[in-house]
């Protein structure tokens, strides 16, 4: 993009004001003239300029901000399940601007958080629930829970409570089955018939993986050398090369505690804990009346069939043509669903489990059950360990672009809750928060130390969530305190509800319905929506109102077996993975080391809009 240089008009004159601007950019460009100083409307005036959608100028000179409508966008192509909790603080903002009195406690506290601020803060906080209500209906129903939003009465803490347990359910539900408003639905019968007098070797019924680990009876099969070491029995023990810690690992070979593959390696058997969900996908999973069984292996003797929650695959063809032929799919391409919960007082040891369900298929003959191949799994013994994750670095490996703009200025924030599970309800525990100093004139290479402990308990847990937020400010110190003050203010709201969600669900309003607590008993899906509905409701905030990019977006869901088998050494280290996020930012984990109760690991993010790639690095250790 390049700008004619011409004569400055009478007004430029006047005001001192001329600007040359020549800019190489990827994406748009927006370009706003003088605003009035201190106006938050723009033009007219020789002060900083105003972005529409935004309550604070842009400062001249720095470096180009996302507007609201490309903030928007990026939230809608990646969020398919409103906010209860940034609708939550527009609902109690817009009738504490309207002079409205308290209706309840959860009211009381937002009030005062909002009769505190600054007389600027509040004149930011009218102009962000302004924003919030021009966002065309249909948009803004996508983003922010309507029925919570649009409300004019009080919000108390039940109310608010109630509304985030379905948003918990619809999160956990989309993660699952790829669908927030999944309901119960059988497969597809794909079954095959048996003529009397033959032989049959493959089951009606299969399960292809465990928890997303591939089975021994996956299907095309897999030879030893196509499993994942994930996927293997191992036994792992550290070691030091070249004064660096690492793992030495060994496959296990013979006595397995689960299927043995046909040259003797041990498939992985996955260890779970009462209480949590276990996910089985496969074939045939005909019917919504489906169970699974569990069979202990000695020395108990144990058999147990337990509910499930059934969902199977609408997406994969019944049939397809192979060699002219029209014949049924019945491989590990289909992925039925079914989720089911390790019951309370089951002992712990290795059980096989196998699906059972009632033959609704078109053959008869094929007996009352059609029971699937036998896998298995490790309950554990409830975890009692202690836990911190703390950080330890931020690194800038490309700055955001165009770098000719200067140097990037940076604030992280991390907000931390330990989870429990208190029969059907969900109780989140207090908040810890983290909020990093201001990083400045952060360039392509740099590296900045940010030891911080982020999370540490003292009592028993059931989980862990986590966000991490990081936004590149870059505008005048006077503009970046009004955004921090203005965030902090924000997330001290966010500990307010949560706080009263807490309180809620303690009197019953974040009951789970029993078949529902078979999709959300504590395990990564119900964990992870936890960490995205506190995650989603700040980016949202902020989109409404901040010339602030977000460089960083993070959510991390950890259930307590989750924490143990990260810092045991016996076990290898995970394997590399990327997760898409929210606002165009891709994460890259890519774990490090091992050793004795610590495990350490990289986290990059990539976001698209910005061309930034950063990193911070985390240390999980087991503290007990």
């Known amino acids: 993009m390049s700008v004619t240089d011409r004569k400055p008009d009478d007004r430029e004159r006047s005001c001192g ?148 347990g379905v948003e918990l359910s619809r999160r956990a539900k989309d993660a699952l089955f790829g669908d927030p408003d999944a309901q119960e639905r059988p497969g597809k019968d794909r079954t095959f018939n048996v003529l009397p007098g033959e032989e049959n070797f493959e089951p009606e019924v299969r399960i292809c993986r465990v928890n997303d680990l591939r089975t021994g009876n996956f299907r095309p099969p897999l030879n030893p050398g196509d499993f994942l070491p994930q996927e293997l029995q191992q036994h792992c023990t550290p070691v030091v090369v070249n004064g660096q810690p690492q793992l030495s690992c060994t496959i296990q070979n013979g006595n397995c505690p689960g299927l043995t593959l046909g040259d003797g390696t041990c498939l992985r058997v996955p260890e779970v804990t009462t209480g949590t969900s276990v996910t089985l996908s496969g074939v045939n999973f005909l019917s919504v009346d489906g169970k699974v069984r569990l069979e202990a292996r000695p020395p108990l003797s144990l058999v147990r069939e337990v509910d499930a929650f059934v969902v199977g695959d609408n997406q994969t063809p019944l049939t397809e043509v192979v060699d002219g032929q029209t014949v049924t799919i019945r491989d590990c391409r289909v ?94 525990g207090a908040e810890q928060g983290f909020d990093s100093p201001e990083f400045g004139d952060m360039d392509s290479g740099d590296r900045r130390a940010m030891a911080a402990v982020l999370f540490s308990h003292q009592d028993p847990i059931d989980g862990v969530v986590m966000t991490i937020m990081g936004h590149e400010i870059d505008s005048e110190k006077a503009y970046r305190d009004e955004i921090n003050s203005f965030t902090d203010a924000f997330l001290h709201y966010m500990k307010i509800a949560l ?12 009951a789970i319905g029993v078949k529902d607590l078979l999709v959300l008993a504590l395990a990564h899906p119900v964990i992870l929506a936890i960490a995205a509905a506190v995650l989603i409701a700040v980016v949202l905030i902020l989109a409404a109102w901040a010339p602030a990019d977000p460089i960083i977006a993070d959510t991390i869901g ?62 999980y250790n087991r503290v007990a």
């Open 335 to 428: 992925h039925d669903l079914i989720t089911f919960r390790v019951p309370d007082d089951l002992p712990s040891g290795v059980y096989g489990i196998q699906v059972v369900m009632p033959n609704v298929s078109a053959f008869p003959n094929l007996g009352q059950t059609l029971v699937s191949n036998q896998e298995f799994i490790a309950v554990e013994p409830p975890a009692s360990a202690r836990f911190t994750i703390a950080s330890e670095e931020l690194a800038a490996r490309e700055e955001t672009s165009p770098a000719s703009f200067g140097s990037d200025e940076v604030r992280v924030r991390v907000r931390a809750y330990p989870v429990t599970l208190s029969g059907t309800s969900l109780v989140l």
């Open 558 to 619: 950890l259930t307590k077996l989750d924490l143990a088998a990260l810092t045991n050494a016996n076990l290898p280290l995970p394997a590399p993975s990327s997760l898409p996020s929210i606002e165009k930012i891709t994460i890259n984990i890519n774990p490090l080391e091992k050793v004795p109760n610590q495990y350490r690991e990289r986290r990059e993010y990539v976001s698209s809009a910005e061309d930034s790639r950063y990193e911070i690095l985390l240390r």
């Open 17 to 164: 004001c001329r600007v040359d601007i020549h800019i190489d950019s990827k994406g748009d460009v927006n370009i706003y003239n003088c605003a009035s100083p201190g106006s938050t409307t723009g033009g007219g005036g020789c002060g900083d300029p105003i972005a529409p959608g935004q309550c604070l100028p842009v400062t001249l000179g720095a470096k180009p901000k996302q507007s609201q409508r490309q903030k928007l966008d990026n939230l809608l192509a990646s969020n398919r399940v409103p906010s209860t909790l940034a609708a939550a603080f527009f609902r109690h903002a817009r009738r504490w601007l309207a002079g409205e009195s308290p209706g309840d406690p959860l009211e009381t506290e937002a009030f005062a958080l909002f009769s505190g601020m600054p007389t600027q803060r509040q004149a930011l906080l009218s102009c962000a629930v302004k924003n919030a209500d021009a966002i065309p209906s249909a948009d803004r129903d996508r983003l922010l829970d309507p029925g919570i939003f649009g409300g004019s009465g009080p919000l108390d803490a039940v109310g608010l409570a109630t509304a985030l």
């Open 499 to 510: 706080a009263a969600v807490s309180a809620g669900a303690a009197a019953g309003a974040l």
